[in-house]
């Protein structure tokens, strides 16, 4: 079968893929930093490795290893331990249940895992840009509350100044 050929097989998986996506992102942001996502740049690399990667083991070993690794950079840059589990258990509540997923042929079964996860690697980062952008946004909106209430509170100041002149 070729990837075409697959992913249209997986077809009717993509909604619960889709699903699963944006659960593992609500679920990372709710429990706050320790499992907060890494860069926009590791989604990019994830769907990259999909593209290369021959099993799903392999895909979930090189999260694992991320995870494992001490982070050099910033904060939220690298993959952390509590949301690569996020992730790890919500694709195996899409996969898990169909063993048979691309038929008895071993290899095919491979590629269709694969298959499978390059779209929860895609709709992953395509989840993260839109609840990035929800934080940015809320973010903002708490800053230009108290920027204006700091304004509030200068004009304010400023009256009372001149009151009692």
Not at 19 to 41: I, V
Not at 92 to 107: C, F, S, T, W
Not at 108 to 131: G, M
Request: positive net charge.
């Amino acid at each position: 079968m070729t990837r075409i050929e697959i992913s249209r097989h997986l077809r009717p998986l993509r909604r619960e893929l889709v699903l699963a996506a944006e659960k593992a992102l609500t679920t990372a942001y709710a429990k706050g930093e320790q499992a907060f996502p890494p860069s926009k740049t590791q989604f990019s690399r994830l769907v990259n490795l999909c593209n290369e990667a021959s099993c799903a083991e392999e895909l979930e070993n090189y999260l694992r290893y991320q995870a494992g690794r001490k982070s050099t950079g910033r904060k939220g840059e690298a993959w952390n331990v509590p949301f690569v589990e996020i992730l790890l258990a919500e694709i195996h509540g899409v996969l898990g249940p169909r063993p048979e997923l691309g038929g008895p042929d071993l290899a095919q079964r491979d590629l269709h895992r694969v298959e499978a996860w390059r779209l929860y690697a895609t709709y992953l980062a395509r989840a993260f840009t839109y609840e990035n952008a929800k934080r940015d946004v809320a973010s903002s909106g708490s800053k230009t509350h108290q920027n204006n209430q700091g304004r509030d509170q200068g004009h304010h100041d400023h009256r009372k100044h001149r009151n009692h002149s």
